[in-house]
């Protein structure tokens, strides 16, 4: 007996080398900003597999923009503390 | 992309079937075939993706029950050609075999309801040469009398992919389904274009 889907991890790298050639035409330093994205995407495989989503890219979609989000809310923390520090 | 059918007998079917399998094909054409009786599909293997097309329209308009007999059902298509519908994707029933004895069982499992019914990959499973060719052709004649039950109330398509490996007992399994068929079409794809080439 064989899988009847694919895992998340498969769904994900199918999605990333179908953004192959949308990756190529960009520049270097966007190249790595879109890596940077799925690298994000990569890191939640394993709630992404739980959700068992019927769109899964939705999934991933919301995983990169969960990190995204992260890094808001840390530079937010580290402003108000450099911002408090800068008035006491 | 699927080019062109012909069909063995020219029927009003076919061409009913012919708008369906187009991946821009409307929904509703394959629920014309009428029971009693049942449509086989027999094509190359590319001819899935336009199944699991025609499977998805269908489910937007009417209730579909799928047996996979070759683990040819990929929700994750389904579900991105119906944009995640919830609705519609409720009304698609899928059930799986692997071996040949568990197509026989769910077939028999499968209530003759009113309902649109596709079997994906027929014959897989009875390609495994591990079971004796006289113990598969037996199963399928019992899986043919329970197609015909079938196709009795619901509209049923059956779709069969030639085997790998070409073998005598799967030439004589074909024919037997074509015998029992209402109406056989075989479906051609054209060959794969070259790639373009890339300028940078």
Known sequence: MGRTL????????QEEASFARFRRALRRSDQLALDDLFTSARQHLAAAQYASHALPFEVFLLSMLLEEHKQV???????????????G | MITSIEPKFGSWNADILKA??????RAE????????????????RQVNAAMLTAIARLGEGHAIRVLDGGNRFNAYVVARLVRGRPEVLERITVSRAFTCYQVLALLESTPAAALACVVLD????????????????RLLRACLAQLERIGQSSRSVVSVHPPKVPSQAAVEMLAMLQAEAQDTIFIQTEPAAPEPLRLF
């Open chain 1, 6 to 13: 694919p895992t998340a991890t498969i769904i994900l790298q």
């Open chain 1, 73 to 87: 809310m840390r530079l937010r923390e580290q402003m108000e503390q450099l911002l408090a520090k800068r008035q």
């Open chain 2, 20 to 25: 369906a399998f187009r991946t821009d094909g």
């Open chain 2, 29 to 44: 054409a394959p629920l014309s075939v009428k029971p009693p009786g049942w449509i086989l599909l027999v094509g190359p």
């Open chain 2, 122 to 137: 027929l014959l897989n499973t009875f390609y495994d040469e591990s079971v004796q060719a006289g113990e598969r052709k």
